[in-house]
């Protein structure tokens, strides 16, 4: 049984003894391990049953320590660091050899970021190592945002789940990348990339079909309820043609009458990115425990902080 605390010391004992533990951070919970410890990395691995092709983040709580880590800061993602961390941006960049190639599975490039969550920061200052961190959800399914998450997945197999209340942010981090110095978006996120822009001017997605999983988190069936679910661009319309008799409804800010529908979840009211984000994947949580025939998400207004909605959602709809 996984012990759900906020007992920062007693989660640094368990990492600096080769555990693994969840930790909450501003986006997404994660499994975290000692960086150098191969027992630790590999416990992640098997856990989550990821395969050993997709590398893991690692989290440092300093500018200073992601220096070190890697060969080169570009310009561009000293610009990106200095403004955006601590917070819900991952730099890919070359890594310096001491970083294991089970982290970074083999690449010669390393994900580093720097959480902004006070415990996980505390966590961090409080350990002689970094910790790498996916998200604590097993290969494929719905990710964490708060602590009764990852104790519905992992409950048995990990000794601690370090609560840190609900994820502020709800949606993973933005993954930059560099390609002869150009930064290039290899995961939508938390980071809207009009933020992005501002700093560095225009940044180039790159496209999944390249089928490189340059960011595995890009792949096409991903963070997925188990509930049958589509993706539409009008639920209202969507429901005319429907007759299964129990549908759970996700919209960004419009309720929807219907007898069809169970249950239905408004992301935000007021029609605010960030709230929306925050309640993303609890809400898809909260609709994959209901035995619905079918959930209906509908999509945000594909702008800021909803082209990262809309990326989950059709991933998790595939
Ligand atoms: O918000 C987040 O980023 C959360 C929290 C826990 O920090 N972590 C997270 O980790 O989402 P994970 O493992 O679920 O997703 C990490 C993504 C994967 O898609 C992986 O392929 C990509 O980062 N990645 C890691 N190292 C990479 C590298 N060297 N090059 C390209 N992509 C990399
Ligand atoms: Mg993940």
């Not at 368990?14 to 501003?26: G, K, M, N, S, Y």
């Not at 391990?33 to 027992?39: A, P």
């Not at 097993?138 to 209340?165: C, Q, W």
């Not at 978006?185 to 933020?195: F, H, T």
């Amino acid at each position: 049984m996984a012990k759900v605390t906020t007992d920062i010391a007693k989660a640094a004992d368990l990492l600096i003894a080769d555990q693994v533990v969840a930790i909450p951070t501003e986006t997404v919970y994660g499994l975290a391990g000692n960086i150098y410890s191969s027992l630790a990395i590999q416990k992640i691995f098997e856990i989550k049953k990821r395969p050993k092709f997709n590398p893991l983040i690692v989290h440092v709580s300093s500018i200073a320590q992601a220096i070190k880590i890697t060969k080169e800061f570009p310009e561009k993602a000293k610009i990106l660091a200095e403004n955006f961390w601590p917070g819900p941006l991952t730099l890919v960049l070359d890594k310096n050899p001491m970083i294991p190639d089970l982290v970074s599975a083999g690449k010669q490039s390393v994900a580093i970021r720097i959480p902004n969550h006070p415990t996980t920061l505390s966590l961090l200052e409080k350990l002689p190592f970094p910790l790498a961190a996916p998200s604590a959800n097993p290969f494929n399914r719905i990710s964490p945002t708060k602590a009764k998450h990852v104790a519905d997945y992992f409950d048995s197999e990990i000794p601690l789940i370090l609560d840190g209340g609900n994820c502020q942010r709800g949606i993973e981090s933005t993954i930059i990348g560099f390609e002869k110095e150009a930064p290039v978006v290899y995961r939508l996120g938390s980071l809207a990339l009009e933020e992005i822009e501002n700093l560095v001017g225009e940044v180039r997605i790159k496209n999944q079909a390249d089928n490189s999983p340059s960011a595995p988190g890009m792949l096409k069936k991903h963070y997925a309820p188990k509930t049958k679910s589509i993706l539409v661009e009008d639920a209202e319309k969507a429901l005319e043609h429907i007759t299964n008799e129990h549908v759970g409804i996700i919209t960004f800010d419009r309720s929807i009458r219907s007898d069809k529908v169970k249950h239905q979840i408004v992301l935000s009211e007021t029609g605010d990115f960030r709230e929306a984000a925050a309640n993303l994947y609890d809400a898809l949580h909260i609709m994959d425990e209901m035995e619905l025939d079918l959930i209906i998400a509908e999509q945000a207004p594909n702008q800021d902080l909803g082209k990262s909605i809309n990326d989950r959602l059709s991933r998790a709809t595939q």
